[in-house]
Structure formats: C-alpha cells, structure tokens
T-cell receptor
C-alpha cells in the first residue's frame, strides 16, 4: 500500500521568509495529492491540492509542485505571516486503494 | 449548511465501556470517512464508506465498527474501549473518493 513520508517535522521561519515542506510517496499509481492546514484545536482544512497530470499549482502565496518520476511533492509558502503558523499535512491517494494516506505533519512556526 | 458535524465533542470512558460517535453531513456527499489523530502520527484512516450501503476497513480498523445509516450519517462504534483508543476522532466526507475531503470538528476521547 501507499506510504507517505513528510519532512521536516518542525520548521521555524521569520515572518516574510519562505517555507518549504516536502513529502515523498511510494505508490507510483497515486494520482491525487492534497495539503491540509490544521490550527491548534481545529479541524484539518484543505489549502491546495494537485493531481498527477499537473506539475505545479499556485494559489496566491501557496504553491505545490509534483515530481512524478521522483515520487515527491512539495508545499511552498512565500511571504510567510504569523497566521500561517499551524501543522501542515500532506497526503496521497493510492491508485489501487483510493484512500488518502497522510504524512505525519510539519509544525510551522512563523516568528514576527 | 452546517457541513460535517460530530457528536459528542468530548467523552471520557472507562476501559471496557462502549460508545458510538456520530457524524452527519449535509453536503449531499457520497463518501464518508473516520480517522483518528494521535500526536506525531498524523491522521490514520479507521473505516470509510465509498457510497451509501458500503463500508470498508482502513489502516487501523481493529476495535472499531461502523454503520452507514443513510447517505448523511456515518457512525463509529467502540464495543469495548481500551486506553490505546484515547485519541481525537475526525469524521470527513467528500463528493466521491478522489475529491476534497471536508472534516468535522472532531471528538476528543479519553479512555481511562
């Protein structure tokens, strides 16, 4: 089955800097890769997703890139703000099983 | 629209007790999911229901049962609670399996 590794587990940046979180997956048939943001005590919320027929997707300060050959995808946040502080989860939908498999999360801290 | 709702928000059980966690969605979604979230472990799928009338095991189904009562409601039952089931439980739903999942607010369960 699918396995998703996420790095780093914690990330601290200064306000205005960029943040990059990386994930690798094992199932070459995986075709859907969402990213979720979870603030303390809240539910996970989708911030961006990408499908396997696309290499990059942007939404304002957030972008996701996908390298199918290397089986990894990354979340890029530019011009970080304190409200970006949260735990971010990547996930991959296995091609054969159809369920989302989540990474263990990255705790991002943006210092003012 | 309320989205995905869960009851209760908090619950404390003694070892061996049983309980049912309730989940409902009003978005006319076909697929519903139950996850557990433990510190440092990300979100792990317990059971899912791809469509009304079907249920399937996820990564960590042992000790749990589910019922897809109708298109709106998907319940999770713990027959004999164990301390290892102390966790935060999230219900989610999506239009179909390969689409964005919307999460409920979560149930924080403690088993003593």
């Amino acid at each position: 089955g699918e396995n998703v590794e996420q790095h780093p587990s914690t990330l601290s940046v200064q306000e205005g800097d960029s943040a990059v979180i990386k994930c690798t997956y094992s199932d070459s048939a995986s075709n859907y890769f969402p990213w979720y943001k979870q603030e303390l005590g809240k539910r996970p919320q989708l911030i961006i997703d990408i499908r396997s027929n696309v290499g990059e997707k942007k939404d304002q300060r957030i972008a996701v890139t996908l390298n199918k050959t290397a089986k990894h995808f990354s979340l890029h946040i530019t011009e970080t703000q304190p409200e970006d502080s949260a735990v971010y989860f990547c996930a991959a939908r296995g091609g054969s099983q159809g369920n989302l498999i989540f990474g263990k999360g990255t705790k991002l801290s943006v210092k003012p | 629209n309320a989205g995905v709702t869960q009851t209760p928000k908090f619950q404390v059980l003694k070892t061996g007790q049983s309980m049912t966690l309730q989940c409902a969605q009003d978005m006319n979604h076909n697929s519903m999911y139950w996850y557990r979230q433990d510190p440092g472990m990300g979100l792990r799928l317990i059971y899912y229901s791809a469509s009304e009338g079907t249920t399937d095991k996820g990564e960590v189904p042992n000790g749990y049962n589910v019922s897809r009562l109708n298109k709106r409601e998907f319940s999770l039952r713990l027959e004999s609670a164990a301390p290892s089931q102390t966790s935060v439980y999230f219900c989610a739903s999506s239009v179909w399996e390969s689409y964005e999942q919307y999460f409920g607010p979560g149930t924080r369960l403690t088993v003593t």
